[in-house]
């Protein structure tokens, strides 16, 4: 009985994590041949040189594990889905991914590698550092106070991000309740051909992020942001009108991680992911949704004008100085009558997927 009782016991999360990328990326056959593998497994975090990135590495992954093992059952739109496990994956590139595993599906899996963490804290120095972005968020910030905001932005875009992988699991994105059938890809861009059908998943796992993160930062336990903004004596009016620039600029920032490229009425069909300003309009209805039912004179302060100079700021951030040239162009393509067709056929799919959940 007690031979069978281990026989029958599940492998630790972490175990049949690090078993995945073993399995589906093989290792070359002789030791002396080049690694061709993008992922090799879980990263040994021991292996983190700076003991300041371990320590906040191992804060993020058990905060996200503790808000995923809690997470509300039987809600409308999700399909079952075994528990979370969230992990970092050992990887030279940047990239999260939302898995499952096939032989083993006891967890639903969301890996992030640590260059993508890399790669979000360099963006957020960045962002925080912008003279524009400052000004339009309303903050007189003295230079050793940058490191705030530069926490506060970094935190938005890693639960943003990992709000995303959690919805290709919820929300059934991963096909046939499946393991090998779909690995999402959210950084890479493997010139893979896409389709609208893509895009139209992206976008329901980017507002359904997009809806929890801000309610989180605005009305949950990231409004501690406040306080480390130096804004906690501020009217909540303000508190608030700062918090929601701050989502618009972090994950305004982590969707140009992605190439951001110009578009015309036939290759916006073809990507795997919406243009960053598709993305960003679409997300952002989402948002205004939220503002609408908890916060409605938020939405009024969130006027396209405002809206549009945010998001130049961050493009002009993280791109440098053509970003905003960039969003421009993209924002105007969808302006016209070629954007306006390509809005209504993505909208359809959209709409089409979100019947079938």
Known sequence: MVARSRELAIPPPEVLFNRYFQERFRPPVRPEDPDPRIYRGKQDLDKVADLVLRSLLLRIQESFNAALASEKQNVAGHVNHPPFYVDYIDSNVPNAL?????????????????????????????????????????????????????????????????????????????????????????????????SLEDQAVEVDADGYAAYHVLANMI?????????????????????????LSCFVIAVGGYLFTRPARALDSVNVYRFSHPPQAARMNCLMQEAMAWCRQNRPGLETWMTLNRF????????????????????????????????????????KRLKALTASL
Request: net charge negative; aromatic share 10%; glycine share 8%.
């Open 308 to 347: 549009q100079t945010l998001m130049n700021a961050s493009a002009a951030a993280v791109l440098g100085a053509g970003g905003s040239a960039i969003w421009d162009a993209q924002s105007a393509f969808l302006g016209s009558e070629h954007g306006v067709e390509y809005f209504k056929q993505l909208d």
């Open 219 to 243: 009305d949950g336990t990231a409004r501690s942001a406040v306080e480390l903004l130096k804004i906690g004596a501020e009217p909540a009016n303000f508190q608030d009108e700062v918090l």
């Open 98 to 194: 939302a898995f499952r595993y096939e032989a083993e599906d006891h967890y639903s899996f969301i890996g992030i590698t640590i260059p993508l963490i890399n790669l979000l804290w360099d963006l957020c120095v960045r962002l925080s550092r912008s003279e524009a972005i400052q000004i339009l968020i309303r903050l007189s910030l003295k230079i050793e106070e940058y490191d705030a905001l530069q926490i506060v932005l970094f935190l938005a875009m890693s639960s943003f991000i990992v709000s995303h992988e959690y919805t290709h699991h919820v929300h059934g994105h991963l096909s046939g309740g499946g393991a090998d059938a779909a690995l999402f890809n959210e950084i890479l861009d493997d010139e893979d051909p896409g």
